[in-house]
């Protein structure tokens, strides 16, 4: 992952959850960065992310911990979240409200602040622009591998660098963003631009994504803008430097969201389900989240079983008024099973065999009825999943 000019990032192992692992994170902002940022609609939202949307318009430090999420934890949950951003502050020399919390782990649980302040000297002294590989270790809670993305980029002749890094693997259905994600930019971007990058970044990225249908109480996405790249700040929309600009943040948090479900817990196949000839995108994606939160198809993709009916019974339960079922196709990849309602005359068994013991499938429908069309990332259902939240308290 690419530094970014502005953005220091350190760690410590302050034993929140377990000893010896990196399960905190310091982010320093240089003075005059702009942050932009989407948070859970879970109205059990944790009191880490209320007091971040109250930060964020002061952000110079972002604080980080796992293994606890501080979510269900009432008004003692809200002090223990400001009690972490007083510390910090007082560390690093800054007023508490520049420090927005994130936390994520176990719900219900109150929030260890004495081992996160006592963490939050050696997290400090390691502040370093490198600090991107460590700090994405250092979020990461059932996820088995560290996520991040980087793009270098010219914009007006003049080098741009964008970077992000991601957690997540279970408790994924979005609604506005993924677990945690922190991206940022050396760009100089006008606040009310930058949200709206954010924004149109997330809709085709995070938004997009779901393992097991769950929004979490955590879910926060921060995007930053340094203002240390040479480039001009960006200050409209119809601009050829926003354009490129929003194209590389949107590529890095697709990376990064497709990162997500390819980690989702105990999966073994990335699924893009993708919906066409719709009456409308909402209707494309009502109908794309039916087939990618069903159990039943999950699990026949982890079987490699090329059950087609669990499909077709997931497109008719979506919920569309007036759907006729005449019309529609369906493939596996490049594998017709489903034509004008019913099994394609040219499918044969062994050939849907063949595309579901693939690591990466594309289920592809055609409703007839539209020019819309939207897709979604989402994974099989495997006997891990079970095990790894049947035993995540344990």
């Given at each position: 992952m690419h530094p970014v000019a502005g953005i220091r990032l350190g760690t410590a192992c302050a034993g929140i959850k377990k000893p010896g692992r990196r399960d905190l994170v310091v982010v320093e902002l240089a003075e005059g960065a702009r942050c932009a940022a989407v948070f859970t609609r879970n109205a059990f939202c944790a009191a880490p992310v209320t007091v971040a949307r109250h930060h964020l318009a002061a952000a110079r430090y972002l604080l980080i911990n796992t293994g606890n999420a501080n979510a269900g934890t009432g008004e003692q949950g809200m002090r223990d979240a400001l009690a972490c951003c007083a510390a910090l502050a007082q560390q690093v020399g800054c007023m508490p409200e520049s420090v927005l919390p994130f936390s994520t782990g176990v719900i219900g649980e109150s929030l260890p602040v004495q081992r996160i302040t006592a963490g939050l000297p050696e997290a400090c002294a390691n502040l370093n622009e490198t600090g991107w590989d460590d700090a994405a270790h250092g979020i990461m809670t059932t996820d088995t591998v560290p996520k991040g993305a980087s793009r270098h980029l010219l914009i007006d002749g003049q080098a741009v660098t964008v970077t992000g890094i991601a957690k997540g693997s279970g408790m994924i259905r979005?609604?506005?963003?993924?677990?945690?994600?922190?991206?940022?930019?050396?760009?100089?971007?006008?606040?009310?631009?930058?949200?709206?990058?954010?924004?149109?970044?997330?809709?085709?990225?995070?938004?997009?994504?779901?393992?097991?249908?769950?929004?979490?109480?955590?879910?926060?996405?921060?995007?930053?803008?340094?203002?240390?790249s040479a480039l001009a700040p960006i200050a409209s929309t119809s601009s050829d430097a926003y354009k490129l600009l929003c194209t590389a943040v949107a590529e890095v948090c697709t990376e990064l969201a497709q990162a997500v479900i390819r980690d989702g817990e105990g999966a073994t196949k990335l699924i893009?389900?993708?919906?066409?000839?719709?009456?409308?995108?909402?209707?494309?994606?009502?109908?794309?989240?039916?087939?990618?939160?069903?159990?039943?198809?999950?699990?026949?993709?982890?079987?490699?079983?090329?059950?087609?009916?669990?499909?077709?019974?997931?497109?008719?339960?979506?919920?569309?008024?007036?759907?006729?079922?005449g019309r529609i196709t369906i493939y596996l990849d490049e594998v017709c099973i489903v034509r004008n309602g019913g099994r394609a005359p040219e499918y044969r068994e062994e050939l849907g065999q063949q595309v579901m013991k693939r690591d990466e499938i594309t289920v592809c429908i055609h409703l007839g009825r539209g020019t819309h069309h939207d897709k979604v990332w989402t994974c099989d259902f495997s006997y891990d999943y079970v095990r790894i939240n049947a035993e995540y308290r344990t």
């Open positions: 979005p609604d506005m963003a993924t677990m945690l994600a922190f991206v940022a930019t050396d760009a100089a971007c006008d606040p009310a631009l930058l949200q709206q990058c954010l924004n149109e970044a997330v809709a085709v990225s995070f938004n997009r994504i779901t393992v097991d249908g769950d929004t979490s109480t955590n879910d926060a996405c921060v995007l930053i803008a340094t203002g240390k893009t389900v993708e919906v066409q000839e719709g009456g409308s995108a909402d209707e494309c994606a009502l109908v794309a989240y039916a087939v990618a939160h069903s159990p039943l198809v999950k699990t026949a993709f982890f079987a490699s079983d090329p059950n087609w009916g669990r499909i077709l019974a997931a497109v008719g339960r979506a919920g569309l008024s007036g759907l006729d079922v």
